[in-house]
């Protein structure tokens, strides 16, 4: 009888301290923020698109909640992720294009980052996969051991694609090592004035459907070069993924999952080639897909569904390259009916499919179309790991919308910096109203067969788009000075309405100038 007492009771207390223990669990939920490159508004089944197939994606919107109305704060790869990573408007360090090849790191290591909000409540974490923010203190030469980049600003560990994958110099990196690394063969920048006698090494091509891929400027690193290929990236990384799934299961994790797809050159694995009615574009697609697939399947296999939030979003929206020409000439919009496309200020160069899912806490097969950001993810991940109280977010940009998240109706968010490649064309969303105090979008304008990216009124007349100020692919002569959309009735920008309001474009007006770069 007492050795039956003596069984109750501790079998009592062990199910009292795996009480605790689930509930520990729970107050500290695991993230994965997957982060796409340059997935467009329309390049998605739940956002609309039909000539490609997203199953995996279209669940997470099913099992979670679908935004129609999120945006990056910069329609720019690079200036894109430095507010995502650090809650701050890029313009704050003067940044509005794709980083250059030898760039140091544009993030203070001293200042707060996605990583460290993690790290500061004892997460492990990681990046995978696209970086594209820069290495050291100074110019990056490449060399062994690379300077500060990933690891000072918040993740323990990164593997991944450290510039952009079309452009040089097509190797992976490890933490602070190149993936096949040779101390008596290193890299060598050549650049693309280079008139001595070291030839680039030699990397993959694709043919021109596949959409541009810079020549190499490196010389050296022949192993490594040889170790890259652009159509197992989306494999490697996804293994990378699942594998570091299954190793820190036992800890809070978070995981940066940051794609090179779609980004060009369009490379899938070969066999997702051919798989979808979209050319190469909407293979890159089936490809991105099949991943997050594959990361939902380990984190169910790894019983950690229940505890783990998934955020799905992109860097900025898509561009009319060749590849993205190709699959609209086959019917697919890449931005939806949005106007404006990747590097512009209009709506299709920022407005970017955005879906979280957390079983229990966020609503089930729901949409909302409240405004958030991208740059929102700093404050929002603090209050989910409840450090509001400890963390000072007083010098970011960075506003808390895990309300939104979990279902809750208001107006997190009232404005937001919008940046496109070109100074000239920074903008102003504040409720309904896009105040833009330029003509055009302040991106790409190319309109000839062989440009590389298209955009502007030529690019807005290739899909088929419609707007007040332009005719037959051009501005017109009397287009207003500037722009005001009303994108509450007007979600598509068809009609300028500047001249029609000019108390508001007076008000926008004055509240962008406290947001310029003063003169120094």
């Known amino acids: 009888m007492k050795k039956r007492v003596l069984v109750l009771i501790i079998n009592s207390v062990f199910l009292f301290f795996l009480g605790l223990v689930k509930i520990q669990a ?21 956002y609309g698109a039909t000539k490609v197939q997203t199953p995996n994606i279209d669940k997470l919107a099913t099992d979670g909640r679908m935004f129609t109305d999120a945006h990056t704060a910069s329609a720019v790869c690079t200036p894109s992720r430095y507010a995502l990573m650090t809650g ?3 313009i704050k360090v003067d940044s509005w294009g794709p980083l250059p090849t030898l760039s140091k790191l544009i993030i203070d290591p001293a200042t707060l980052t996605l990583g460290k909000v993690f790290q500061n409540k004892g997460y492990k974490t990681a990046c995978l996969g696209k970086w594209h923010l820069g290495f050291g203190d100074d110019k990056n030469d490449w060399q062994v051991p690379l300077g500060q980049g990933p690891n000072e600003v918040g993740f323990d560990y990164y593997w991944g694609v450290p510039f952009v994958n079309s452009g040089s110099p097509y190797v992976y990196v490890e933490n602070k090592t190149i993936v096949g690394y040779n101390e008596d063969d290193p890299l060598v920048y050549l650049g693309r004035n280079y008139k001595g006698d070291l030839k680039p090494s030699p990397t993959p091509t694709f ?3 596949a959409s541009k891929k810079s020549d190499n400027l490196f010389a050296g690193g022949l ?13 490697y990384l996804t293994e990378k993924a699942t594998e570091w799934i299954s190793k820190n299961k036992e800890n809070p994790f978070f995981l940066y999952f940051a794609t090179t797809n779609i980004h060009h050159p369009f490379t899938p694995a070969p066999r997702f080639k051919g798989t979808s009615q979209a050319g190469l574009y909407g293979d890159y697609i089936h490809e991105l ?47 939806g009916d949005l106007l404006g496309f990747k590097f512009g200020v209009w709506e299709g160069g920022h407005r970017v499919p955005f879906i979280v899912k957390w079983p229990g806490k966020v609503p089930e097969n ?14 929002t991940f603090t209050a989910l790991t409840k450090q509001e109280k400890t963390i000072d977010l007083t010098d970011k940009n960075s506003i808390n919308v895990l309300p939104a998240f979990m279902g809750q109706e208001g107006e997190f968010r009232k404005e937001l910096l919008l940046a496109p490649r070109k100074e000239k064309n920074l903008s102003l969303r504040k409720g309904k109203w896009m105040y833009i105090p330029a003509k055009g979008s302040g991106g790409f304008n190319g309109s000839k067969p062989h440009h590389h990216a298209w955009g502007g009124p030529a690019g807005v007349n290739l899909v088929g788009g419609k707007n007040s100020d332009m005719e037959n692919g051009k501005l017109k002569p009397d287009a207003q000075p500037a722009q005001l959309y009303n994108l509450e009735i007007d979600k598509n920008q068809t009609t300028n309405v500047y001249n029609q309001y000019p108390e508001i474009v007076k008000e926008m007006e004055a509240i962008l100038d406290t947001y310029r770069p003063k003169a120094k």
């Open 223 to 235: 192993k490594a070069h040889q170790i890259y290929d652009d159509e197992k990236t989306g494999t």
């Open 26 to 46: 729970q107050e500290n939920p695991n993230v994965v923020f997957i982060f796409v490159d340059d997935l467009g508004y329309g390049d998605v089944g739940c």
């Open 88 to 90: 701050e408007y890029p």
């Open 289 to 335: 897909d099949w991943m997050v697939g594959e990361i939902v399947k380990s984190l169910e296999e790894n019983g950690l569904t229940e505890n783990t939030m998934i955020v799905f979003t992109s860097d900025n929206g898509a561009m009319l390259n060749l590849g993205g020409r190709i699959a609209v000439e086959k019917g697919h919009k890449v931005n």
């Open 366 to 379: 729901t949409t909302s179309d409240q405004l958030i950001s991208t740059i929102d993810m700093l404050a």
């Open 207 to 209: 043919p021109k459907e």
